[in-house]
C-alpha cells in the first residue's frame, strides 16, 4: 500500500526516535559497566611504613582502586607502595610528592582518601581532602596537638564529608564481641573496677635509610624536616609527634572509654628520656585513670615501655564476676576468665549459646611443692575461649567500616568525634608527666 507524506514523515521519526532510545540504553550500559556504584576511586598520603599496611587492606577489599599515591620521599616509600598497589590491581596509580597536586589533578575522580602522613600532619593533610569534596580515613593519632584535631572535626561538620579515625580496634569483631555482647550485654564479668594494658617495645636504634636512596635537602626543608634522621625517626621528636603514649597507648587506652562508656575524670603519670639521651619525648610512660560510672569509680593502669618487650601488648578488664583478656594478637589474649564465686550456669549457658568456647582454656599451674600457701589467696579462675576470630589483616575490618559508611550509609565505628575524646586523654599524659600533676578533666574538653 502506498504511503502518504504524513505517513512517511511518522514512520521517518518515529524510527530515528527509536534508534535513538536503543543508543541512549547502549551507553547507559556502558557507563553503568564502567562505574559499579560499589566501586570506590581513591588515593593514599603517606607511603611509609604504615600507609603501606592500609594499602595491603585496602587492595583486599572488592571494588576499591587505588588512583593516586603521595609521599615526599620520591624513589623509595612513593615507588616501592606504588608498585605494590600495582602489582595487586594491575593498574599503576598516579604517583605524587606533593598532595597539593594531587588533589588538584585527581579529586574528580577520587571518592576518598586515606591519610596515613606523620602525626603533625594529619589536620592539614585530611582538612585539605575534605575541603576537596572526599571522605577521609586518617590514622591515629589524630594529631600532636588537640587544636588541630579538632579543626578536623570542625571541616567534616562544615563539608558533610566523612572522618574516620584508624583505633581499628573498634571493628575488630573479637573486640566487638568481647565489648559489646560480653561485656555490655550479658554483664558476665560483673561490675567492672579496674583494668590493665601495656604495650613493650625492645630496645631500638635509629631506623636509618638506604644510603643510595636520601631524599633531597631541599625536599626535607621543605615539607618541614630537618634531616633524614628526622624524618625517619620522627616519632622521637615532639614538632612530629606526640611519643610512644601516643603511638602505642592511644589504641588501648580508647578501649577503656569503649568498656567503661565513658571518659575519664582525671590522669596521673610518671616517665621520663631515661634511657634514650638523644630522644625528645619519653622512652617509658607509667598512668593511671580514673572513670566515673553508674557503678563507682573504676580505674585504669597502662604502662609503655620502649627498653623491654616484656608481655607485650594487651589489655584485661577485671570485674567482680570474672575478667577479660584480649590483645589484637589472639595468642597474647584471647579468653574470659570466671571467679570461683560467680555463678557457673550463666557461663555454661554462653557457651552453649556460642558466645563462649565450652572448654575451660588451660591454666598455667604454679609448682606448689614444699611452699606453704597462704590461705587467703583467690583460687584460680578458669578460663573460657572466645569464639569469634579474624581472618583478616588487622585495619581491613576498620577500613571495610569505613568504605560501607561511603557506599550504604553504615555507622562509622570511630568517628572523628571518638577520635577526639581519646587524643584528649591520652595527650593529657604528657602533660601529666612534665608537670608532675594530677590532670583533672571537665566534660566539655571532650568536645568540640
Same mark, same amino acid.
Given at each position: ?9 511518522? =514512520? ?45 587492606? @585496602? ?23 606504588? &608498585? ?44 585539605? @581532602? ?6 577521609? $580515613? ?54 567492672? =573496677? ?28 621543605? $615539607? ?22 601516643? #603511638? ?25 628520656? #631515661?634511657?634514650?639521651?638523644? &630522644?625528645?619525648?619519653? #622512652?617509658?610512660?607509667? @598512668? ?21 618487650? &616484656? ?8 570485674? =567482680? ?128
Amino acid at each position: 500500500m502506498a504511503m502518504n507524506r504524513n505517513q512517511f514523515i511518522q =514512520t521517518a521519526a518515529a524510527s530515528t526516535m527509536l534508534a535513538t532510545l536503543k543508543a541512549r540504553a547502549v551507553e547507559n550500559a556502558e557507563l553503568a559497566a564502567k562505574k559499579d556504584p560499589d566501586q570506590l576511586n581513591i588515593a593514599l598520603i603517606g607511603a611509609g611504613a604504615q600507609g603501606r599496611i592500609l594499602a595491603e587492606s @585496602c587492595v583486599r577489599i572488592p571494588g576499591i582502586r587505588f588512583k593516586a599515591v603521595c609521599d615526599i620521599w620520591e624513589n623509595y616509600n612513593l615507588r616501592n607502595t606504588a &608498585r605494590y598497589i600495582y602489582s595487586q590491581q594491575r593498574e599503576m596509580p598516579n604517583a605524587y610528592i606533593d598532595y597539593k597536586e594531587m588533589l588538584a589533578a585527581e579529586k574528580d575522580g577520587l571518592d576518598a582518601v586515606v591519610v596515613a602522613s606523620p602525626d603533625w600532619m594529619h589536620a592539614e593533610h585530611a582538612n585539605a @581532602c575534605m575541603e576537596a569534596g572526599l571522605h577521609v $580515613y586518617s590514622e591515629k593519632e589524630m594529631s600532636n596537638s588537640l587544636e588541630k584535631a579538632a579543626s578536623m572535626i570542625r571541616t567534616s561538620r562544615a563539608t558533610g564529608k566523612l572522618l574516620q579515625i584508624g583505633h581499628q580496634r573498634r571493628s575488630n569483631p573479637r573486640y566487638l564481641h568481647a565489648v559489646e555482647k560480653l561485656i555490655h550485654e550479658e554483664k558476665l564479668l560483673g561490675q567492672v =573496677t579496674t583494668a590493665v594494658a601495656q604495650w613493650n617495645r625492645a630496645k631500638a636504634d635509629d631506623i636509618g635509610f638506604p644510603a643510595k636512596f636520601p631524599i633531597p635537602a631541599e625536599i626535607l626543608d621543605q $615539607y618541614g624536616y630537618n634531616s633524614m634522621r628526622e624524618f625517619r625517626n620522627w616519632r622521637w621528636f615532639k614538632k612530629y609527634g606526640g611519643g610512644p603514649i601516643v #603511638d602505642l597507648g592511644s589504641h588501648q587506652i580508647d578501649i577503656f572509654e569503649w568498656v567503661w562508656e565513658t571518659q575519664p575524670r582525671s590522669v596521673i603519670a610518671s616517665g621520663g628520656t #631515661d634511657f634514650y639521651k638523644d &630522644r625528645e619525648w619519653y #622512652d617509658n610512660v607509667m @598512668c593511671i585513670y580514673e572513670y566515673e560510672t553508674p557503678e563507682g569509680i573504676a580505674r585504669a593502669f597502662y604502662e609503655t615501655q620502649t627498653t623491654t618487650g &616484656r608481655g607485650g601488648f594487651s589489655e584485661a578488664f577485671r570485674g =567482680t564476676n570474672g575478667y577479660l583478656e584480649i590483645a589484637e594478637v589472639p595468642a597474647q589474649g584471647n579468653a574470659v576468665f570466671r571467679e570461683a564465686h560467680a555463678p557457673e550456669a550463666q557461663w555454661e549457658a554462653l557457651a552453649a549459646k556460642g558466645l563462649i568456647k565450652n572448654k575451660p582454656a588451660a591454666i598455667k599451674k604454679v609448682a606448689t611443692k614444699n611452699t606453704a600457701v597462704d590461705v587467703r589467696v583467690t583460687k584460680a579462675a578458669e578460663g573460657w575461649p572466645l569464639p569469634v576470630d579474624l581472618s583478616k589483616p588487622a585495619h581491613q575490618p576498620h577500613l571495610e567500616n569505613f568504605f560501607n559508611a561511603i557506599r550504604y550509609g553504615t555507622e562509622l565505628n570511630c568517628p572523628g568525634e571518638k577520635g577526639y575524646e581519646t587524643a584528649v586523654a591520652v595527650l593529657a599524659v604528657n602533660r601529666a608527666v612534665a608537670t608532675n600533676q594530677k590532670i583533672e578533666f571537665k566534660e566539655s574538653d571532650f568536645h568540640v
